[in-house]
């Protein structure tokens, strides 16, 4: 059975730093994309950044490049990603999503979300 | 980058009865790949999305038939020949073919009339 468990959500000043983690299993991590998915309180969804499947290629939104940073550890099966200059905005849900390919994003499987509050 | 309009935003339906649901792309979602990589996912309240329908028409193993997409190049549909109680909740379009990024519609939220 396939799990994602988003972890390392939390309450940061403007300005700060947080590294989120997504631990998964159920199926060999390394030959799949994964994607970080955002969602604002009461918002919709907003795809933030995606990587591939050995690492090698990354993508981000224009509203996250520069401060955001996707990477995994396929030895230890587990996706991150590091947010530096957090603003008011980055507030949202964070969820972590499987692909079904190595180089595109498919979304079949989501975690269940952390939480992060950019606040003074 | 690609936007994708859903509509109605609110949908109010009696157990039973029909929905329908439209995406609309601000251009054709075709890939060279002969694909069309659009994408419906449903959040029910409280919950993570879980994905529905891929490729336009295509069901995920596990939902119901009474859920069915359809549509091809800017127009698509997701249709719900039955509402039931379960189904209430927030229903998202997405495309996956101009990427990056990837862009979701705004959600229209269903709910029993």
């Known amino acids: 059975e396939v799990q994602l468990v988003e972890s390392g959500g939390g309450l940061v000043q403007p300005g700060g730093s947080l590294r989120l983690s997504c631990a998964a299993s159920g199926f060999t991590f390394t030959n799949y994309a994964m994607t970080w998915v955002r969602q604002a309180p009461g918002k919709g969804l907003e795809w933030v950044s995606g990587?591939?499947?050995?690492?090698?290629?990354?993508w981000y939104a224009d509203s996250v490049k520069g401060r955001f940073t996707i990477s995994r550890d396929n030895s230890k099966n587990t996706l991150y990603l590091q947010m530096n200059s957090l603003i008011a905005e980055d507030t949202a849900v964070y969820y972590c999503a499987k692909s079904q390919v190595v180089t595109a994003m498919t979304f079949d499987y989501w975690g269940q979300g952390t939480l992060v509050s950019v606040s003074s | 980058d690609v936007v994708m309009t859903q509509s109605p935003l609110s949908l109010p339906v009696t157990l039973g009865q029909p929905a329908s649901i439209s995406c609309r792309s601000s251009?054709?979602?075709?890939?060279?790949?002969?694909?069309?990589?659009l994408t419906w996912f449903q959040q029910r309240p409280g919950q993570s999305p879980r994905r529905l329908i891929y490729k336009v028409s295509n069901r995920d193993s596990g939902v119901p038939d009474r859920f069915s997409g359809s549509g091809s190049g800017t127009d698509f549909t997701l249709k719900i020949s039955r509402v039931e109680a379960e189904d209430v909740g927030i229903y998202y379009c997405?495309?996956?073919?101009?990427?990056?990024?990837?862009?979701f519609g705004q959600g229209t939220k269903l709910e029993i009339k």
């Open positions: 251009q054709s979602l075709v890939h060279s790949d002969g694909n069309t990589y």
């Open positions: 990587i591939s499947g050995s690492g090698g290629i990354t």
């Open positions: 997405l495309q996956g073919t101009h990427w990056p990024p990837y862009t």
